[in-house]
């Protein structure tokens, strides 16, 4: 196909490009003052906390570099707990514990990290090395998730978590991002983990895309990852539905864990949410987006967003499921 | 409405911007390219005097812009004299003088003619004075008697001048003009006694000499016509032909019955006039003509900087392209490098040190630099510290490779100055943020494309041709900010994004 040939398709299906996302969604529903609401992940969980939505609990935060070395004795109690820079991005600067080894610490990769190596790497987020701009940032110590068993299979090493983008109170698209050995254990797609397209009317996946491919097995236990149900699937839209007017941010990615006790905890919120969650789910997104403009569906009571999002972007007839 | 907003703003941008290169291009004559080419010619006279031993006083003229010409690089190359100039009357006086010479001496006086395309004013619009007759009375009668038949033969002062050099210039001239004329028949005395009748009659007129810059040559006439003042204006009358117009061609040198040299104290033993004709640039050339068409060019272009802010203007004035490319590459490519601007930067620091060693240079510090980073990983230092440490390593990199290439007689016009050396330093810290956030690999392939980028912006920003337009026109930079604008404004795919997407597009959803 030719290159035009190719343009001229995608926008038939309704493809968000990168310029339409930013100068057509972005620009106009999220203002830029609030980006430190989603930047900053502590802020984002004081909103959330206020909100009433669950988010993992926090064990504790680091300011200044003072406090360092206290980290042991607030933390030796914790056998799991998750490190994270306030304002990183990409799920970089991320350090899960499980556990120990001896008087070490154990990652979830099952690599050995002493307290001195936890300590530098605080002393690093502190820094700024993990932050956008490079400024000062904070250090993030919260409940480490237990991921539902629902998703032995299909993940590895890491935590699942689930990426919905919700417009002015609609969601309009889903994704289960797996976390692959390539990822190292992060479910960030463009560092190698597989990405599942979620079906918005039944919460079961579709096929995946996996660095700009579409795969259907999980590229590590090549278990089947489409048409699994996702439980609380429900929920899941509720919380989403309710994050635009929780931030003001009328464009907004929200990640969500499911932890097999607590159930839908929301981990982050994403002001710059990318497009490739289209290839996972083989749908356009500015093909949804002009849907709820047009029907006007962001007037709607919570309720009745997400049933207009059931009804208008349910996973068509013919895909794979 | 926002984008009929921008639509419109980049419209009147881009025809600002167009509408004033072209008045530069079309009336002011600004080339597009700076090597091209006009006719002047080269004015050169040269004077040579015998001294007696005594004082010694040459006065001759010096040439000056008129409505028609401008003059360009005027030299006096007159090494045994002092050298003044006054002011005398229409002219300019070029007064060398000696105390006590001996011998022969040279004066040499050269310039450049170009030709105006569009008339300048008057430049000093020497309001006429009255000059004396100088004919005895006997000849003052006959001028008068001259004057009236001419005046009763026409109809305005246009047609009498004519009319009157007619009776002189006629080969069957009557008994009182041959009285007036004597033996000498040439066009200077001719003029002059035309000048004198005119005088009698009270109107104000003067004879010209110059070159006729058609005719090149070594050694070449002066010519000599008539200037009357009519209205407003001199009008000059050929002397061949009476007519009210002369030869476009013919410069005028300088006015009135005096010749071109007069010595006191010594002897005039040779005077030459040669023209040749050259090749000017047209830029020079536009730039000559520009102190014509009103002080905005003259004053207030890049142009009139001195040379250094000159020469650091020429690399300014080539950002925005730069910048322009960038936002291609980046809002309908697709492709992206380290920072935002970063890679105009290390092209204009490849300006200092040349592409190729640049290239080399910049990799070379750039993979040491993170080697390092890589080594400092396992010291845990804080951020900040560990940054300063690479730059002081990167300093000390620059400075082995630098002797060791000067040495080595390597690269003579390697220069790093502070520039590079700033710009590395931010491009090693923007890589080894992005070595944390993104990994290895992806740190490699922004640095590579940055490289590439670089490479490309460097080509276009170091073209000469691009440098004198810009620079020549810096109002194209509204044109490329119109440009920008309206990329700013593109809502379509990136190039990339259709590799990316394509395989949503071969599958019937």
């Known amino acids: 196909m030719s290159l035009l040939g190719i343009a001229r398709r995608l926008h038939e299906i309704g493809v968000l490009g990168m310029n339409a996302r930013n100068g057509d969604y972005i620009l106009p529903c999220n203002p830029r003052k609030l980006y430190p609401l989603v930047d900053d992940k502590l802020l984002t969980k004081e909103l959330a906390q206020k909100a009433g939505l669950a988010t993992p609990e926090l064990y504790a935060a680091f300011q200044y570099s003072g406090e360092i070395p206290h980290a042991r004795e607030l933390l030796d109690r914790y056998e799991n707990f998750v490190v994270k820079p306030a304002n990183g991005s990409g799920g970089s600067g991320i350090l899960v514990i499980k556990g120990r080894v001896g008087n070490n610490l154990r990652l979830a990769n099952h690599r050995v990290l002493t307290w001195d190596d936890l300590r530098f790497h605080m002393q690093n987020i502190l820094a700024g090395i993990y932050s956008l701009g490079g400024q000062d940032d904070r250090v993030l110590v919260e409940y480490c998730v237990e991921y539902d068993h629902v998703f032995d299979s299909i993940t590895y090493l890491g935590v699942p978590d689930i990426r919905l983008i919700a417009y002015k109170g609609v969601p309009v698209m889903g994704m289960l991002r797996l976390p692959t050995s390539e990822s190292e254990g992060k479910a960030n797609l463009h560092q190698g983990a597989i990405g599942a397209g979620i079906d918005l009317a039944s919460g079961r996946t579709l096929t995946a895309v996996w660095r700009n491919a579409i795969v259907n097995e999980h590229p590590d236990s090549l278990a089947v990852v489409s048409g699994v149900q996702i439980p609380h699937f429900e929920r899941m839209l509720a919380i989403a539905a309710g994050c635009n007017a929780m931030t003001g941010l009328g464009y907004v990615g929200v990640d969500l864990v499911l932890d097999r006790d607590k159930g839908p905890l929301m981990l982050e919120l994403n002001a710059r949410p990318g497009l490739n969650i289209q290839i996972a789910n083989r749908a356009g997104l500015a093909a949804r987006l002009e849907a709820v403009d047009r029907a006007d569906a962001g007037r709607l009571p919570a309720a009745e967003r997400i049933a207009f999002a059931k009804e208008h972007f349910a996973a068509k007839a013919g895909d794979p499921v | ?460 920003m170091s073209a000469r041709p691009v440098q004198h337009i810009f620079f020549a026109f810096p109002e194209l930079i509204l044109v490329l900010m119109a440009l920008t604008l309206l990329i700013g404004r593109y809502s379509g795919y990136r190039l990339s994004e259709l590799f990316r997407f394509r395989v949503l597009a071969e599958r019937q959803p």
């Open chain 2, 1 to 460: 409405m926002r984008n009929l907003h921008i639509y419109l703003l980049a419209a009147a941008l881009a025809a600002v911007g167009l509408g004033l290169s072209a008045y530069k291009f079309f009336v002011i004559g600004l080339p597009l390219h700076e090597r091209a080419s006009v006719s002047a010619w080269e004015v050169e006279s040269e004077i040579r005097v015998t001294a007696a031993g005594g004082p010694l006083k040459l006065s001759t003229f010096v040439a000056e812009d008129s409505r028609e010409f401008s003059v360009l690089d005027h030299r006096i190359a007159a090494p045994d004299f002092g050298v003044t100039t006054a002011p005398d009357g229409a002219n300019r006086r070029l007064n060398l003088t000696a105390r006590a010479a001996t011998g022969l001496l040279v004066a040499r006086q050269r310039f450049i003619v170009h030709r105006n395309e569009v008339r300048a004013p008057e430049r000093r619009p020497v309001p006429p004075f009255r000059q004396p007759i100088t004919l005895d009375d006997t000849a003052q009668s006959i001028a008068r008697s001259l004057y009236i038949s001419a005046h009763g033969k026409s109809a305005d002062a246009i047609s009498l001048v004519t009319v009157l050099l007619r009776a002189l210039i006629s080969p069957d001239r009557a008994e009182n003009v041959r009285y007036l004329l004597g033996d000498d028949h040439s066009p200077r005395k001719i003029a002059l006694l035309a000048a004198q009748i005119l005088r009698v009659g009270g109107h104000f007129a003067r004879a010209v000499q110059g070159i006729d810059l058609s005719k090149t040559g070594i050694s070449v006439d002066t010519k000599t016509w008539l200037e009357v003042h009519v209205g407003d204006r001199w009008v000059s009358f050929s002397i061949a032909t009476g007519e009210p117009r002369i030869p476009r061609s013919y410069f005028a040198w300088w006015r009135g019955d005096a010749p071109f040299a007069s010595v006191e104290g010594g002897k005039l033993t040779r005077q030459r006039i040669s023209v040749t004709q050259v090749e000017e640039t047209v830029l020079r050339h536009a730039l000559a003509l520009g102190k014509h068409e009103g002080a905005f060019l003259a004053n207030y272009s890049l142009y009139s900087l001195p040379a250094p802010q000159r020469a650091i203007f020429h690399v300014i004035m080539t950002i925005p392209i730069g910048v322009l490319m960038l936002v291609v590459l980046r809002n309908l490519v697709g492709l992206r490098g380290v920072g935002t601007f970063m890679p105009v930067l290390i092209a204009l620091s490849f300006r200092e040190t040349h592409l190729l060693w640049g290239l080399v240079l910049f990799s070379a510090a750039l993979s040491a630099g993170l080697l390092v980073r890589l080594y400092f990983d396992h010291l845990k230092l804080l951020l900040v510290a560990r940054l300063g440490a690479i730059v002081m390593f990167v300093i000390l990199l620059l400075a082995v490779m630098t002797v060791l290439s000067d040495k080595l007689n390597f690269q003579p016009g390697l220069s790093v100055a502070l520039f590079p050396l700033v710009i590395l330093t931010m491009t090693i810290e923007r890589v080894s943020v992005i070595w944390d956030e993104s990994g290895p690999s992806e740190a490699i392939k922004m640095a590579a494309f940055s490289l590439v980028i670089a490479a490309f912006c460097y080509a276009l």
